[in-house]
């Protein structure tokens, strides 16, 4: 069963275990003292520019004035250049099930989800070379030093720049497991992560895994009004330039240019 056919079993656990998170920290209260609560802010939308439809859409980064997208679906994965109004420059077909997708030296990666070989392109998605790694690719960032990489668990995988694992840290919001952390974002010294099949955006601790603020997309999803259940809020890109981050998802019509408090 491909990975955009949740159960809903799953979904409705994983919307639960959120909606208790969102509750605690709002209401201020816990079952322990000791747990702390966590911070919600909601973006404020700039702007909306169209998105295209088809595109399901694995991974979204910024880079040189330009939006760089992966599109997943086996038999439509792709790998694009978009312009900031929305249209889309460069497309180049992408065998698998292509997954996150960031720059690192320069270099464009870009995962896939059970083939486990990551794609390596210059900016003109020639293809340079890839790299194999073991088990799922999900989500997929870069930091100074080197590659962030999700797999739909509560681990972020630390890789050097031939996707070799340097370490791994955990996410907890409150004590415990983020689980489904897909795409992903490094920004201002910080990790933003979509939790798979939710409306929320997490800000965490690239040290320690800790959560230290919920961003609440919830106005986006119902701005976007998504034709589907699947067609969840995924794709984050940060503009250093401005501030201000790109958000888009799983084939959704627009795509915001926000800013987060």
Not at 201 to 215: A, C, H, M, Q
């Amino acid at each position: 069963m491909e990975k955009n056919k949740i159960s809903i079993c799953s979904f409705i656990l994983n919307q639960l275990t959120i909606t208790l998170f969102l509750c605690l920290s709002c209401s201020g209260k816990t079952d322990d003292n000791s747990l702390k609560t966590v911070e919600i802010v909601k973006p404020v939308i700039i702007s909306a520019v169209p998105h295209d439809p088809s595109a399901f859409t694995q991974g979204l980064v910024y880079h040189g004035g330009k939006l760089y997208e992966s599109t997943g679906i086996y038999g439509k994965s792709s790998i694009r250049i978009v312009d900031t109004s929305g249209v889309v420059l460069q497309s180049r077909s992408v065998p698998g099930f292509a997954e996150g997708c960031a720059f690192l030296n320069e270099k464009l990666y870009q995962l896939t989800w059970k083939e486990q070989v990551c794609f390596v392109y210059d900016e003109s998605l020639q293809v340079t070379g890839d790299f194999y790694y073991g088990g799922e690719g999900w989500g997929l960032t870069s930091e100074p030093s080197g590659l962030i990489m999700s797999n739909g668990s509560d681990t972020l995988y630390y890789r050097d720049p031939q996707m070799r694992i340097v370490k791994r840290v955990s996410v907890k919001k409150d004590g415990a497991p983020v689980k489904n952390l897909n795409e992903l974002e490094y920004a201002n010294g910080k990790v933003y992560a979509n939790v798979w099949f939710s409306d929320f955006v997490f800000e965490i601790s690239p040290s320690d895994g800790t959560v230290l603020r919920i961003i609440d997309c919830s106005d986006l999803v119902a701005a976007e009004k998504p034709g589907s259940e699947e067609n969840v809020l995924n794709g984050i890109a940060f503009v250093q330039s401005s501030g201000l981050f790109y958000i888009t998802g799983k084939n959704w019509k627009n795509l915001f240019l926000v800013k987060i408090p």
